[in-house]
């Protein structure tokens, strides 16, 4: 919601997390110097029991997502390990979008 709106959503839920992304650039440049990254992660629609409670939600659901599945916790994981690790020690002041397609950024 904060890389793009959607109609009949709550607004301010939307323009709230564009400004926690907005704060996130700012501070990962201002700590930057010091070896420190900030990024975050922003998620698609996550597996949970709740994902397979009514067939034809859910079909009309992944029909939005181009990867045709949903986010698995695991890939969640993965992710924060990779942020976490000596590897990804060069991104910062980003915010990764793990949303199988459904998103693909400004």
Do not use: C, W
């Not at 959503?9 to 900030?38: F, H, M, N, Q, W």
């Not at 990779?82 to 910062?92: G, I």
């Amino acid at each position: 919601m904060a890389s793009r709106g959607l109609p009949n959503r709550e607004p301010l839920l939307g323009a709230s997390k564009a400004g926690i992304e907005g704060a996130l650039r700012s501070i990962a440049l201002e700590v930057a110097d010091r070896g420190v990254t900030i990024n975050s992660l922003a998620l698609g629609l996550l597996e949970n029991a709740a994902t397979h409670a009514d067939p034809e939600i859910v079909a009309a659901t992944l029909a939005r997502v181009p990867i045709g599945r949903f986010l698995e916790p695991r890939e969640v994981g993965a992710a924060v390990a990779y942020l976490a690790s000596e590897e990804a020690a060069f991104v910062t002041g980003q915010t990764h979008h793990l949303n199988g397609g459904a998103f693909q950024g400004r």
